[in-house]
């Protein structure tokens, strides 16, 4: 049977629509401050992927950016006013990236950006998220890519990083947010990302792989995150984008995979959804549609994204090689 059509034109409608004068007036809308800075950046990387960036206008969407920005700590905070936080900083710096326009914050800014982010470090490796103290893999991984990107990425920062993300590995090759946390897809990609940026993949052997594949769920061919858990639309960026890395992605059914997120959109309004017919977001939009470019780019007209940054592969050539 064949899969269902990509509904592209719907997709860029659903992004822009997100940013409407109607959803402006929304609750849902207000609620959801604390995420609006990585919000913009799934609409923005879901938009560039389907070669459609011209969608949202660009003045607007950089002044927002730079309004994000945390005089005070350094970082980039989710919405104007609010504080920096390590998750938006990376998502503040890949909608520059993205938008090739570092320049907006060269000078004291970037040196206040990467002061932020060392101030978070610890003394096992790890990073917090901002100054409150929560540690996660993903503050680690954050950290290692915006110093990375801003040719700050140092040899000490990078040999603690990957000796902090080794120790969240488990017996069944997964990771965890923590030390002795249940393993968990997202997690393993922001293992794997951070052990790729400080070039330490070596240091993976074949049980991830093994753990990363099994997560395909029969006969939906969709991925979840944990055993014996249903299968959600963003795995198909955060199972997948880890084989790519590990170049294991051969060890998955692409065709299964293809039709379980096809069917996850909105064939009406556009969007993707966790499951086939439950209600679509930005979130879900953009790593499913990221998730079809690491299978099949020139299938659907998407541009090629690179497996750790999820950026588009012609953006992260211009990297810093530190």
């Keep these: 049977m064949s899969p269902l059509p990509f509904q592209r034109g719907k997709h860029i409608k659903y992004i822009q629509d997100l940013d409407s004068k109607a959803t402006k007036q929304t609750y849902e809308y207000w609620l959801s401050e604390h995420l609006r800075l990585n919000g913009l950046y799934w609409g923005i990387m879901a ?60 000078g004291e800014k970037r040196d206040k950006i990467i002061d932020f982010v060392m101030q978070q470090r610890c003394a096992d490796g ?44 488990n017996f069944d090759g997964g990771f965890g947010l923590l030390p002795g946390s249940e393993s968990h897809a997202a997690q393993v990609y ?7 940026i400080c070039k330490n993949l070596d240091r993976i052997d074949s049980k991830t792989p093994s753990w990363l594949s ?3 769920v029969l006969p939906s061919g969709g991925f ?39 069917e996850c ?35 659907y007209g998407l541009k090629p994204v690179d497996p750790v940054y999820c950026m588009p592969t012609e953006i992260t050539k211009l990297l810093p090689d530190n």
């Excluded at 680690?140 to 920062?157: D, Q």
């Excluded at 922001?190 to 790729?196: M, R």
């Excluded at 795995?235 to 039709?259: A, C, G, P």
């Design 47 to 106: 938009l560039d992927t389907m070669n459609a960036l011209d969608a949202l206008p660009q003045d607007e969407v950089l002044q927002f950016v730079v309004d994000c920005y945390d005089k005070e700590k350094g970082g980039f905070a989710p919405f104007p006013g609010h504080d920096a936080h390590m998750l938006t900083t990376l998502s503040g710096l890949q909608i520059l990236f993205i938008y090739r326009r570092l320049d907006l914050i060269e």
């Design 190 to 196: 922001t293992s794997l990302g951070t052990l790729a």
């Design 224 to 262: 979840n995150g944990r055993p014996e858990k249903l299968p959600d639309a963003c795995y198909s960026w955060w199972v997948l984008s880890s084989l790519e890395m590990l170049q294991k992605s051969h060890w998955i059914n692409f065709e299964l995979l293809e039709k379980f997120i096809l």
């Design 214 to 216: 099994e997560r395909q």
């Design 126 to 169: 790890s990073f917090k998220g901002d100054a409150f103290g929560e540690i996660d893999t993903r503050f680690v991984f954050a950290a290692v890519y915006i110093l990375k990107m801003l040719g700050r990425l140092t040899h000490e920062v990078a040999e603690g990083a990957t000796e902090f993300i080794m120790r969240c590995q």
């Design 265 to 299: 959109q909105d064939l009406d309004d556009g969007g993707f959804g966790d499951r086939p017919d439950n209600q679509t977001d930005v979130y879900h939009t953009c790593f499913a549609i990221c998730g079809l470019s690491l299978m099949y780019s020139d299938k």
